[in-house]
């Protein structure tokens, strides 16, 4: 409108707190190394303008405030449509009277429980930020099958305040499925900002969010079975202390679970953590050890598998999407609504029939018809830990929990969309993709 004030949507491409190179000392907003999606054509933040889709750096000035070059105040753009989200909120109105918000919709378990909720007859509503964690790509796919099924998802970040004040005055949520996070156990080491930003900071800004709400919905929250960190009993109870986590990602979920029993506590919100125990499936996490196998081998690189003390092998309690889904749902349903007395409940879902890395990965050699080329390696000291199973009987019991797919037809679900996905050489950015 040729003011001096650029007005821009600005996404991060790197988090954390320790690196920030740009703070906005009017909103309060600060990033990394940014990148502009959207600005005024006569508007520019480096010397000489930006174009959309550039990355900007803006560097610190001696003093060591941050600072804009060129434009005094940013103010980021709203971009939540509104009328879409009243849409997709309104999606299933008469057939049902719940509505669901899914936070990292554009996720592996947040793309499979949106769908699901949507095909039984829920209005559902999905958020994601569409991080850069593992190719985005794939969350956009995950997010077009939503989109083309009835279902939007907002593209916005859980620490953005102002964007879920939006949504939840549109619609008018009774219950709140927050699986978004920062995911992956060795990639903490590396980032753990991001875990802090995403997993702590992103909950409490969303349950201060739901505790201001006039009608406060009922929250299912994605926890995990890396809480159980270094226990040593078997099978994994919820019953058991959870107070010695092996990593960092496992810490940040270990406090979601404590959070959540404050906001319980202080509030009356009905909260539900599920400790969801090594997820795997079609549009799946590339940096998941199945996934990553299936590339490496059809790509005939070799595959690391991690070996404890004295060669012991790791064991996990694989669990396919659809049993995943099938709980998550159960616990929406089942769960009491807020109000004085509501309880906090925590739940495993899990197979419960655990496997070691090289029986898992010969299924997934003989579903795919190739031989892996295997290599063992000592298990590094990123905070994995050797064994998990799980104890499902409470959910069995509450829920009505009963996983039902074996390993083999997992596996075999999973390869029949892998080899269909990435046909000739599509998605070629995703097969070569390295997890951190």
Same mark, same amino acid.
Request: charged share 20%; net charge negative; proline share 5%.
């Given at each position: 409108?040729?003011?001096?004030?650029?007005?821009?949507?600005i996404?991060?491409?790197?988090?954390?707190?320790?690196?920030?190179?740009?703070?906005?000392?009017?909103?309060?907003?600060?990033?990394?190394?940014?990148?502009? +999606?959207?600005?005024? #054509?006569?508007a =520019?933040?480096?010397?000489?303008?930006?174009? %959309? /889709?550039? *990355? !900007?750096?803006?560097?610190?000035?001696?003093?060591?405030?941050y600072v804009?070059r060129?434009?005094?105040?940013?103010?980021?753009?709203?971009?939540?449509?509104?009328?879409?989200?009243?849409?997709?909120?309104?999606?299933?109105?008469?057939?049902?009277?719940?509505?669901v918000?899914?936070?990292?919709?554009?996720g592996?378990?947040?793309?499979?429980?949106?769908?699901?909720?949507?095909?039984?007859?829920?209005?559902?509503?999905?958020?994601?930020?569409?991080n850069?964690?593992?190719p985005?790509?794939?969350?956009?796919?995950?997010?077009?099958?939503?989109?083309?099924?009835?279902?939007?998802?907002?593209?916005?970040?859980?620490?953005?305040?102002?964007?879920?004040?939006?949504?939840?005055?549109?619609?008018?949520?009774?219950?709140? +499925?927050?699986?978004? #996070?920062?995911? =992956?156990?060795?990639?903490?080491?590396?980032? %753990? /900002?991001? *875990? !802090?930003?995403?997993?702590?900071?992103?909950?409490v800004?969303?349950m201060?969010?739901?505790?201001?709400?006039?009608s406060?919905?009922?929250?299912?929250f994605?926890?995990?079975?890396?809480?159980?960190?270094?226990?040593?009993?078997?099978?994994?109870?919820?019953?058991?202390r959870?107070?010695?986590?092996a990593?960092?990602?496992a810490?940040?979920?270990k406090?979601?679970?404590m959070?959540?029993h404050?906001?319980?506590?202080?509030?009356?919100?009905?909260?539900?953590?599920?400790?969801?125990?090594?997820?795997?499936?079609?549009?799946?996490?590339?940096?998941m050890?199945?996934?990553?196998?299936?590339?490496?081998?059809?790509?005939?690189?070799?595959?690391?598998?991690f070996?404890?003390?004295?060669?012991i092998?790791?064991?996990?309690?694989?669990?396919?999407?659809?049993?995943?889904?099938?709980?998550?749902?159960?616990?929406?349903d089942?769960?009491?609504?807020?109000?004085?007395?509501?309880?906090?409940?925590?739940?495993?879902?899990?197979?419960?029939?655990?496997?070691?890395?090289?029986?898992?990965?010969?299924?997934?050699?003989?579903?795919?018809?190739?031989?892996?080329?295997?290599?063992?390696?000592?298990?590094?000291?990123?905070?994995?830990?050797?064994?998990?199973?799980?104890?499902v009987?409470?959910?069995?019991?509450?829920?009505?929990?009963?996983?039902?797919?074996?390993l083999?037809e997992?596996?075999r679900?999973?390869?029949?969309?892998?080899?269909?996905?990435?046909?000739?050489?599509?998605?070629?950015?995703?097969?070569?993709?390295v997890?951190?």
């Amino acid at each position: 409108d040729g003011s001096s004030t650029l007005e821009a949507k600005i996404i991060f491409a790197e988090t954390g707190f320790n690196n920030f190179d740009f703070f906005d000392r009017t909103s309060g907003f600060a990033c990394g190394r940014c990148v502009i +999606l959207y600005m005024y #054509a006569d508007a =520019g933040i480096v010397q000489g303008g930006a174009s %959309p /889709g550039e *990355y !900007v750096e803006v560097p610190k000035t001696a003093s060591g405030m941050y600072v804009d070059r060129k434009v005094p105040t940013l103010e980021i753009a709203k971009t939540v449509d509104e009328e879409k989200v009243l849409q997709s909120c309104q999606s299933h109105a008469a057939d049902s009277t719940m509505i669901v918000l899914v936070t990292g919709a554009g996720g592996f378990v947040g793309y499979h429980t949106s769908m699901a909720l949507h095909e039984r007859g829920t209005s559902v509503l999905g958020l994601d930020n569409f991080n850069d964690y593992y190719p985005p790509t794939l969350k956009r796919d995950r997010q077009l099958n939503l989109m083309e099924a009835g279902v939007h998802v907002v593209d916005g970040d859980l620490n953005d305040q102002s964007v879920l004040e939006v949504i939840f005055s549109v619609c008018q949520f009774t219950h709140v +499925l927050h699986l978004a #996070a920062q995911a =992956g156990v060795r990639y903490a080491v590396k980032n %753990p /900002g991001a *875990y !802090v930003h995403s997993n702590v900071a992103g909950f409490v800004t969303l349950m201060e969010v739901i505790r201001a709400q006039p009608s406060v919905p009922v929250v299912v929250f994605a926890s995990s079975s890396s809480v159980y960190g270094t226990n040593k009993k078997t099978p994994f109870s919820e019953d058991d202390r959870t107070d010695n986590p092996a990593s960092l990602y496992a810490a940040t979920k270990k406090a979601d679970e404590m959070l959540a029993h404050t906001y319980n506590n202080i509030y009356s919100i009905s909260m539900t953590a599920l400790r969801f125990f090594t997820v795997y499936g079609p549009y799946g996490r590339p940096d998941m050890a199945y996934f990553s196998f299936a590339n490496n081998i059809m790509l005939d690189k070799p595959i690391k598998i991690f070996q404890g003390p004295g060669g012991i092998e790791l064991g996990r309690d694989f669990t396919f999407i659809s049993d995943i889904v099938a709980g998550a749902i159960a616990a929406l349903d089942k769960a009491a609504p807020t109000g004085k007395g509501a309880p906090f409940k925590i739940y495993n879902l899990g197979n419960t029939h655990p496997v070691n890395v090289t029986a898992f990965v010969n299924t997934i050699e003989h579903h795919l018809g190739k031989k892996a080329i295997k290599k063992y390696v000592p298990m590094p000291a990123t905070g994995d830990v050797l064994f998990t199973h799980a104890d499902v009987s409470k959910a069995q019991r509450e829920l009505g929990y009963t996983p039902t797919t074996s390993l083999s037809e997992g596996i075999r679900q999973f390869v029949e969309w892998y080899k269909v996905y990435y046909k000739d050489g599509q998605h070629k950015e995703q097969q070569e993709y390295v997890p951190a």
